[in-house]
């Protein structure tokens, strides 16, 4: 079954299947969450028993439709009987317009129809084709459908040089406690000092790749009469001045923040981080680090380096996160919102995001990445595109890919890179 948080469009194509002919087509114009949600996953799975998708298009330049801030998509899709195995050398081609629609002639547009038709590229439209065989080799390997608008010819050679970020890091989620003037003191609190954590609230002010907390949490585990035993008065008052207020809704707070095993005033302190990254991110791909571990609010996924691996070096993971093919990944993990934030999906981020393998590094090696990424660290960062034309940048890529043995696909995975950000901020063109 779909999934409940599935827009209504989600619906619509099982029903379209019972009225259309045999060999029938449909043709569908949608927003561009379908391709990079949880819930889109398994609208895709459902639809392709019912349908065989031939062709996605989707805007790479400019707005189709004034009233939405979103990026817009159309699918051609024939009508199949779900119970007939699928050809997996079935081939779908995903189509990227260069121009915007309204630019194109009635002319143009017969002959764009016709290239898209055809699988055969002009000056309109950039054109990718992979069969089902691929898109489920490229599946595995991580990549969703927002991904295959880009040219990735050269990944499935790249993956052998990956490691599954899960295998190094636990996965911290920001703690959510739902009431930010209680966890989130202002100044002049005067609660007791063992109750304050710093946390990191948002990546707003990271200038470079170092973080820092930004704000102070509220984190006590000790009941009220612990408090009163041991005179900690203010921790005591903070939490009395709460216990009498209501929610938005009317509910008592006492209530509505109560959870199973915490006392209703409680925040755990377990979601330490030593990396942070952003689940919206804007013009620069980036993940950051910490000064010392800290805690993090829930709008960030924090990596916490699980022990057998902490003896490697802290700088060399850093640059394994920020280079052209770990922001390629970010990418393509989210899909773009509004006026060109990408959404990142943290189910996705977690259980497919990649890294290259450190384990394939010579100690030479790893010295020559570290030193080479020494100038990104600090210095400020730039939107992407005038990012990767840096020269410290360019310098640090080519040392990394070299010592990987994968610098033949650099160019590749730059342009693959740029492809889909570009498409994210198609809706500013």
Known sequence: ????????????????????????????????????????????????????????????????????????????????????????????????LNKKIESISDINIKQLSESILLGK????????????????????????????????????????????????????????????????????????????????????????????????????????????????????????????????????????????????????????????????YDKSLFIATFENRSFIDQRMIGLLTKTEYQQENKILLLALFNNVLSMFFIESFGFGRGLGALDLRATKFEKDFKILNFNFLSSIQKVNIINAFQPILRRNRYPLEQEIKQEDRINFERVLFESFGIIDYYEAIKNSLLHLFKIRFAVKS
């Not at 050269?154 to 040089?161: C, M, N």
């Open 121 to 280: 590229e002009d000056e309109c439209v950039a054109i990718q084709k992979y069969s089902l065989n691929q898109i489920n080799n490229l599946e595995t390997i991580g990549v969703p459908w927002c991904g295959y608008f880009a040219n990735l010819t050269w990944l499935e050679a790249v993956s052998e040089k990956l490691i599954e970020c899960n295998r190094i890091f636990n996965f911290i989620r920001g703690e959510r406690r739902g009431w930010n003037a209680l966890f989130y003191p202002a100044y002049g609190h005067n609660i007791e000092s063992e109750y304050i954590k710093p946390v990191l609230k948002n990546l707003r002010g990271t200038q470079g790749l170092y973080c820092s907390a930004d704000a102070e949490a509220f984190c006590c585990s000790k009941t009220l009469q612990e408090l009163k035993e041991l005179n900690h008065t203010g921790a005591l008052s903070w939490i009395r001045s709460f216990e009498n207020q209501n929610n938005k809704t009317g509910v008592p707070l006492a209530q509505s923040l109560r959870k199973a095993n915490m006392h209703w005033y409680e925040m755990k302190t377990d979601n330490m981080a030593d990396y942070v990254v952003n689940v919206n």
């Open 1 to 96: 079954t779909l999934s409940g948080k599935s827009d209504i469009f989600a619906y619509i194509p099982f029903y379209l299947h019972k009225i259309i002919s045999d060999n029938g087509k449909i043709g569908l114009i949608l927003s561009n969450a379908w391709l990079g949600t949880d819930y889109g996953e398994i609208f895709l799975e459902l639809i392709q028993k019912f349908f065989d998708i031939e062709i996605i298009v989707i805007s790479g330049k400019g707005k189709w439709f004034n009233n939405a801030d979103v990026v817009t998509t159309f699918l051609i899709a024939s009508k199949r009987n779900p119970t007939t195995p699928i050809n997996p050398k079935r081939t779908i081609s995903f189509c990227t």
